[in-house]
């Protein structure tokens, strides 16, 4: 069984930042790739960022430049560093992570964590 814990989100005014934590619990071998997904009220689930164990980033366009995604293995969390946020970057930003077992891979999600950025 694993779980995936979401925290850091909240009220941010335009132009501020926020730090956003998953941390990940459980049966966990290895964690190949933790990302991190949003989805705004009356839109589709986005992929925000992305990082595997190789050390490969990807991100969405609106948000390169602004946001980083990092890792520590060690504690199998994943954070996204969130820089001059935009009205446009409210929110429910998910964790997203592929976790190995003894021999079997499956994905896993955290419940969310809400971003508001509103002055």
């Known amino acids: 069984q694993v779980q995936l814990v979401e925290s850091g989100g909240g009220l941010v005014q335009p132009g501020g930042s926020l730090r956003l934590s998953c941390a990940a619990s459980?049966?966990?071998?290895?964690?190949?790739?933790m990302g991190w997904y949003r989805q705004a009220p009356g839109k589709e689930r986005e992929l925000v960022a992305i990082?595997?164990?190789?050390?490969?980033?990807n991100y969405a366009d609106s948000v390169r430049g602004r946001f980083t995604i990092s890792r520590d293995n060690a504690q199998n969390t994943a954070y996204l560093q969130m820089n001059s946020l935009k009205p446009e970057d409210t929110a429910v930003y998910y964790c997203?992570?592929?976790?190995?077992?003894?021999?079997?891979?499956?994905?896993?999600w955290g419940k969310g964590t809400l971003v508001t950025v509103s002055s």
């Open positions: 997203n992570a592929e976790v190995w077992g003894v021999a079997v891979g499956n994905v896993y």
């Open positions: 990082s595997t164990s190789g050390g490969r980033t």
């Open positions: 459980g049966t966990i071998f290895a964690i190949t790739a």
